[in-house]
């Protein structure tokens, strides 16, 4: 007998450049106002780190949008593991 395990992993993606351009700002701009290096704003909008709390909250204070219109939470490829039943559970059947 065997018993499954659901494995969700979740990406956090952004708008950012989309802010940027509608607010015609440039990356350099928005590093200088919110006291960030370019490449830190620059890394933030490819998606190779995630913000902190805080800098997530300044940001969208910044282009006066919610959080989630900016930054979002996707739901990656779902995982199905099969593995056997551990054996303490099987001398209790």
């Known amino acids: 007998m065997s018993y499954c395990v659901w494995k969700m992993r979740y990406k956090l993606t952004n708008r950012l450049a989309e802010c940027l351009a509608a607010k015609g700002v ?3 701009q928005l590093a200088f106002r919110l006291k960030l ?15 902190s709390i805080q800098n997530a909250l300044r940001i969208a204070t910044y282009f006066n949008k919610p959080v989630e219109e900016i930054f979002q939470l996707v739901e990656e490829e779902t995982k199905v593991i099969s593995r056997p039943w551990p054996a303490a559970n099987r001398n209790n059947q």
Not at 37 to 51: C, M, Q
Request: aromatic share 6%; net charge positive; charged share 40%.
């Open 26 to 28: 440039k990356k350099s």
């Open 37 to 51: 290096s370019r490449a830190y704003v620059t890394r933030l909008e490819h998606g190779d780190v995630r913000p």
